[in-house]
């Protein structure tokens, strides 16, 4: 009897420019069709989810965050420039991103009024006030952290934790949630086989 042809569905996935840009590229240095590279890459995502969920018990292990950063517009019309409190004079005259690229490249400084007030936040600053609100609700569990600016727009957390699986998991899962989170690592062992 013949086997029969394998079935397979369609369906469209939406990509921010950038990333479809690295993964075109990516896949055709490796000479890969498209739906191979993502079909790969779903079942190496779903296999380490399973082997995440066969843990219990106390584990140890580290949460490795890739994440995008878009740093403050300091002179965004969304600030109160009607009050007085919450003027600013911005002395950086160089907006662009290249500009602020050079200048963390090149470790240049530029000047910024960071006195606190309230400030209108897009999405990626948004995510860094909840990543350290849910750090701070899984006290219990994080043993230390460490963040790295690896360039003017993306950064790598590395959260070390020990505790009950089903407290790690849960941390693990609401950092995975935020939309800023390029990619996110998650190693665990048994605590009692460590």
Do not use: W
Not at 32 to 37: A, F, G, I, L, Y
Not at 61 to 82: A, P, R, V, Y
Request: aromatic share 8%; proline share 2%; glycine share 4%.
């Amino acid at each position: 009897m013949e086997e029969k042809e394998k079935e397979y569905k369609r369906f469209t996935v939406s990509l921010p420019e950038k990333l479809y840009e690295d993964f075109e590229h990516f896949r055709k240095k490796k000479e890969m069709p498209r739906s191979d590279c993502i079909r790969k890459a779903m079942t190496a995502y779903m296999i380490n989810e399973e082997s995440i969920n066969s843990l219990s018990g106390d584990v140890v292990g580290s949460i490795m965050i890739f994440m995008s950063h878009e740093h403050f517009d300091l002179t965004h019309k969304h600030l109160h420039e009607h009050d007085n409190e919450f003027t600013h004079n911005h002395a950086h005259t160089r907006d662009t991103e290249h500009s602020h690229e050079h200048d963390f490249i090149q470790g240049n400084q530029h000047d910024h009024d960071y006195t606190s007030r309230p400030i209108y936040a897009n999405v990626q600053q948004t995510d860094l006030i909840l990543k350290n609100d849910i750090q701070h609700h899984y006290g219990d569990i994080i043993i230390s952290t460490m963040h790295l600016h690896l360039e003017f727009d993306k950064c790598l957390e590395i959260i070390a934790v020990s505790g009950s699986h089903e407290r790690v998991k849960g941390v693990y899962e609401k950092l995975q949630r935020l939309k800023s989170v390029l990619s996110i690592g998650f190693f665990l062992v048994d605590k009692e086989g460590s």
